[in-house]
């Protein structure tokens, strides 16, 4: 066998380790997150909780796992050492812990978005120690991704008057570090028309007036999910 096609066995074998090592992690990511955060819910049902035992929870690790196959397909069947593969899998790992504690108590904890952030440096760091030409031409993307983030949610909080959260404008940066401009403008487009179609379908059931709230994040995981999936 010639090194040439040595080295691309290698190559293909890291990448599907990768795959079955992610979807491996991914629930066990959301098991922990809820397990060390659920003391601090403020509905005994919900500090009670088992990970995984509801058929919501079910439903969005499914989503989860079929995203992270199509990102995975997206960047060539990668390794765990792209990048953009860490970056993205950290994200959505994130938005399961933040799409569920959002839909049962309104809220984004900011322990979790500060142990995001940690672990964002940490991949940047990494990178940049190991192809810093690489992390220079991630950064301009990660800039951009921050702006938008930045502009339409802040403008998005400042014209709510108090309806979305300053959890979902914190998360929504985040969302836009992880995921550079080239995920995040579609996610949150994706994510918006989603919630504004829901809303307007329970309007016309009248199980919602104009002064309700819903919780935005749950949308904006599916808007992640439906972004990760177009490829």
């Not at 080239?182 to 994510?191: D, L, M, P, S, W």
């Amino acid at each position: 066998m010639k090194p040439g096609e040595t080295r691309n066995e290698e190559g293909e074998m890291a990448g599907y380790m990768t795959l079955v090592l992610g979807m491996i992690l991914l629930p066990c990511l959301y098991g922990g997150s809820m397990v060390l955060y659920r003391d601090s819910f403020q509905e005994e049902r919900n500090r009670s909780r088992i990970p995984l035992r509801t058929g919501r929870e079910l439903a969005v690790m499914l989503l989860g796992e079929l995203a992270l196959v199509r990102v995975w397909w997206t960047l060539g069947k990668c390794s765990v050492l792209e990048v953009r593969f860490q970056l993205l899998f950290v994200m959505l790992a994130g938005m399961t812990f933040f799409c569920m504690t959002d839909f049962w108590e309104q809220i984004v904890p900011n322990r979790m978005l500060l142990l995001l952030m940690l672990v964002f440096l940490l991949i940047l760091g990494w990178q940049g120690i190991r192809d810093g030409e690489a992390l220079f031409r991630l950064l301009p993307s990660v800039v951009l991704g921050l702006l938008f983030s930045m502009i339409s949610f802040g403008l998005g909080y400042l014209l709510s008057h108090g309806s979305m959260g300053a959890g979902d404008v914190k998360l929504a940066l985040v969302m836009g570090l992880y995921l550079t401009g080239e995920y995040v403008v579609g996610a949150v487009f994706y994510g918006c028309i989603a919630s504004a179609a829901y809303s307007l379908v329970q309007l016309a059931r009248k199980k919602l007036s104009r002064k309700d709230t819903i919780p935005f994040v749950p949308f904006l995981y599916l808007g992640l999910i439906i972004r990760y999936l177009v490829g």
